[in-house]
Structures are given as structure tokens and as C-alpha cells.
């Protein structure tokens, strides 16, 4: 059974930095990419960025880049996010997710987390 | 970048009725790369349909998918109580990946 469990959520201040971390398990981890979705209270789905099996090619939305970063640990079977500069507009919950391919281009997200909630406030 | 627009944005029906949910993309999704999702409320979502038209592992067939192109349609044949929830449709065709804003199921 796939299992997907984010940490490293919780409250920061604008312009400060946190890293969300990923442990995965249940598949063959570096046979599929991995993406980052994040949801705002009350809102609907925004991709965030997406990393290949082997990590070689990673991706990200206009509102993140420069700014986040994701990378993964295939022998330990882990997913991460370090996010700088954080503004109000990051508040979200943050979902781990399989992509259903080793490559991100025409894959889709078959599992998720439970998410793991970042506020960036004051 | 692909926007996609659903509708309605609130569906109100009683168990056992037919739900009929829309996306529509403001340009063509590429060989019909398109997902749909289920969450329930304070859950992650769930992968429903892939494809446009392919249901993933588990979904029930009362779910359905049809569309190419620029119109994609979800239908759900008859409603349980555990369906009423929000719906999301994806593409995955082009990047950036993009979801429209959902449409809620919700009791009548």
C-alpha cells in the first residue's frame, strides 16, 4: 500500500524559511516522479513543483521559482520542499504526491499525503 | 497556460440521482491528459478518473468520464451518500499543471 507522510509544517514568519519533508512507502520509490500540490484555507488545488525518479529534471510554478526548492533522497525514500522568502500567499496545506511515471511530462498524480499545513504570518 | 473553468460550482442533488460535472479548457488538452479528483471535507484528494475516460484502480463505475479536446465531462450514475463531496479536474498535458476551481456535490 502506497503511504505518503509529510512533516515540517507549522507557523512562520514572512520572509523566513522551512523545509517539508516527505517519507514515502509501499513502492519502488525512484521508479516515479514526485510532485508538491499545496491547497489555501478554503480554496482550491495549486501544483507547486514536480521532481523525476532519479531527480535529473525538476519543475515548478511561476509563483514559487527562485524561491522553493525540491530535491529527493532515493535511498532513503524521501521528498522535500525547502521554501524561502515566504510570504502570506504560501499559507496553505502542502501535499506529498506519486506521479504515476518516472518522468513528469504526461503523468498524473495517483496518490497523495494527508498534507501537512505551513502559515506564514506575523 | 491551460485554465480550466467548471461547472457548475454547486451541485445539489439527493442520493440515487445522476450528477453530471464539467470542465472546460480554454485550449486544447493534449491527447486528453485529463484527471479527475474527489475530496472530502479535511481529506486529501483522490484520483477518480485518468485519461479523460480511464477510471483508477478501486473507483467504482459509477463514475465516468468522457470529453476530448477542450470538454471534459465527469458523471456519477447514481449518487451514494459517500459521494457528495468537492471535485477537481486536472490537466496534465502541458506545463504548467493546472486544476480548475471544483464543483461541490452536496445534498438536496
Known amino acids: 500500500e502506497v503511504q505518503l507522510l509529510e512533516s515540517g509544517g507549522g507557523l512562520v514568519q514572512p520572509g523566513g524559511s522551512l523545509r517539508l519533508s516527505c517519507a514515502a512507502s509501499?513502492?519502488?520509490?525512484?521508479?516515479?516522479?514526485m510532485t508538491w500540490v499545496r491547497q489555501a484555507p478554503g480554496k482550491g488545488l495549486e501544483w507547486v513543483s514536480s521532481?523525476?525518479?532519479?531527480?535529473?529534471?525538476?519543475y515548478y510554478a511561476d509563483s514559487v521559482k527562485g524561491r522553493f526548492a525540491i530535491s529527493r533522497d532515493n535511498p532513503k525514500n524521501m521528498l522535500y520542499l525547502q521554501m524561502n522568502s515566504l510570504r502570506a500567499e504560501d499559507t496553505a496545506v502542502y501535499y506529498c504526491a506519486k506521479v504515476s511515471r518516472k518522468v513528469v511530462v504526461a503523468a498524473t498524480i495517483d496518490h497523495w499525503g494527508q498534507g501537512t499545513l505551513v502559515t506564514v504570518s506575523s | 497556460e491551460i485554465v480550466l473553468t467548471q461547472s457548475p460550482g454547486t451541485l445539489s442533488l439527493s442520493p440515487g440521482e445522476r450528477a453530471t460535472l464539467s470542465c472546460r479548457a480554454s485550449?486544447?488538452?493534449?491527447?486528453?491528459?485529463l484527471a479527475w479528483y474527489q475530496q472530502e471535507p479535511g481529506q486529501a484528494p483522490r484520483l477518480l478518473i485518468y485519461g479523460a475516460s480511464s477510471r483508477a484502480t478501486g473507483i467504482p463505475d459509477r463514475f465516468s468520464g468522457s470529453g476530448s479536446e477542450t470538454d471534459f465531462t465527469l458523471t456519477i450514475s447514481r449518487l451514494e451518500p459517500e459521494d457528495f463531496a468537492m471535485y477537481y479536474c486536472q490537466q496534465y498535458g502541458s506545463s504548467p499543471w493546472t486544476f480548475g476551481q471544483g464543483t461541490k456535490v452536496e445534498i438536496k
Open positions: 509501499g513502492f519502488t520509490f525512484n521508479n516515479y516522479a
Open positions: 485550449q486544447s488538452v493534449s491527447s486528453s491528459y
Open positions: 521532481i523525476s525518479g532519479f531527480g535529473g529534471s525538476t
